[in-house]
């Protein structure tokens, strides 16, 4: 299951560029999507996030995401879903959380209904995403 989460979250962060640092604006832009690559076995990997916080480099923590979405990432095999765009102040990111309530594999029969179904332990409750170095959100800029 471990292995299926990092295939998960494996192109959960998307960057480009845009705006000017000379921009007086404080505020940048973070957006988070999710993507999936196959899995064998199941016909749906339903996620179901129910927070994200942002944590900065001095361990201060943002709640971005307090709303809980369902995203069944079986259906994101060469495509992404936009799970958040947050204007933020400025800042360095060390580390995004992720909230997870549960995590619920399908396997399905040719009409689409349910035939079975495992549900693996998320004994914490999270997935932490740790870049290899600080994530910058500048003023006037997407991350």
Same mark, same amino acid.
């Given at each position: !299951? ?58 201060? $923590? *943002?709640?971005?995401?307090? *709303? @809980? ?45 349910? !035939?079975?179904?495992?549900? @693996? @332990? ?8 740790? @870049? ?8 006037? $800029?997407?991350?």
């Amino acid at each position: !299951m471990r292995q299926l989460a990092a295939l998960a979250l494996l192109g959960l962060l998307t960057a480009c560029s845009g705006g000017s640092s000379n921009d007086p604006d404080p505020m940048g832009t973070l957006t988070i999507a999710i993507t999936d690559a196959t899995i064998d076995d199941y016909e749906e990997a339903l996620l179901e996030v129910s927070s994200i916080t942002i944590i900065g480099a001095g361990g201060q $923590e *943002t709640e971005v995401l307090d *709303t @809980p979405q369902t995203i069944d990432l079986l259906k994101l095999r060469n495509v992404s879903e936009l799970l958040l765009r947050e204007r933020l102040l400025a800042r360095s990111i060390s580390k995004i959380r992720l909230g997870v309530d549960s995590i619920v594999l399908n396997k399905l029969n040719a009409d689409g209904n349910i !035939m079975d179904s495992d549900t @693996p @332990p998320v004994p914490t409750q999270k997935i932490d995403l740790n @870049p290899q170095s600080p994530l910058e959100v500048r003023a006037g $800029e997407d991350l």
